[in-house]
């Protein structure tokens, strides 16, 4: 079973942030969270992942929580090409990855 | 150009067949996985492999089989076993157990 709570669906302007959240309550010490993201009927997508501090790369901004049970993904300026189901993982290591059901993001213009 | 790649991208055979689907990679990664995708569902791990010659179940082995004889080919075969075949397969590598996964294309299942 998935380790996360994600919302289903979610929608976003084009050219807004998107905020993307995701509940980790029973994540333990040594376990990173992960976020892919999937276009239709492709491969997943690795987007960037984390342990306890914040973290940037040039696709988006993940901010975990203090008491790490929650984390959000942040995509600045969303565009039509980011219309994706979006996965947020917890996992010691990639063995240990669980893949949800996601959210469902739609961007629109 | 380096990748993962499976092939092809949409397989049919009639029930009762075994079926190998392919997956190869050029990353010189020694850890590589297999999931299956249903419709509005997330992945799930079949099997996965940190090294040649060794391999590991995952949450969904029964029905299916894999080999590792080489670093860049992790093939899966899907048996007569397995009661649901149809469905989204999806091949992974990563440089080594814990590291960031890198998925190929995919290939679609159908069994009729």
């Known amino acids: 079973d998935a380790k996360t709570t994600q919302p289903p669906s979610m929608d976003c302007a084009e050219g807004r942030a998107a905020n993307l959240p995701c509940n980790h309550s029973t994540i333990s010490g040594n376990e990173y969270v992960y976020w892919y993201r999937q276009i239709h009927s492709q491969g997943p997508q690795y987007i960037i992942h984390g342990l306890k501090n914040n973290e940037t790369n040039e696709m988006a901004s993940l901010i975990i929580t203090e008491d790490r049970k929650s984390s959000t993904l942040i995509l600045p300026h969303a565009t039509l090409r980011d219309t994706a189901v979006y996965y947020c993982?917890?996992?010691?290591?990639?063995?240990?990855?669980?893949f949800g059901a996601g959210t469902r993001l739609t961007v629109k213009p | 150009d380096g990748g993962i790649t499976q092939s092809p991208k949409y397989l049919f055979r009639k029930e009762g067949q075994n079926v190998t689907l392919s997956c190869e990679q050029n990353?010189?990664?020694?850890?590589m996985y297999w999931y299956r995708q249903d419709p509005g569902q997330g992945l799930r791990l079949i099997y996965y492999?940190?090294?040649?010659?060794?391999?590991q179940k995952g949450d969904i082995a029964e029905g299916y089989s894999v080999s590792r004889e080489k670093k860049e080919s992790f093939p899966l075969t899907v048996t007569s076993a397995q009661k649901n075949p149809t469905a989204f397969y999806l091949c992974a590598s990563s440089k080594a157990g814990g590291d960031t996964q890198y998925f190929g294309p995919g290939t679609r299942l159908t069994v009729l």
């Open positions: 993982i917890v996992a010691t290591d990639n063995n240990d990855m669980r």
């Open positions: 492999s940190q090294i040649v010659n060794d391999f």
């Open positions: 990353l010189n990664h020694d850890a």
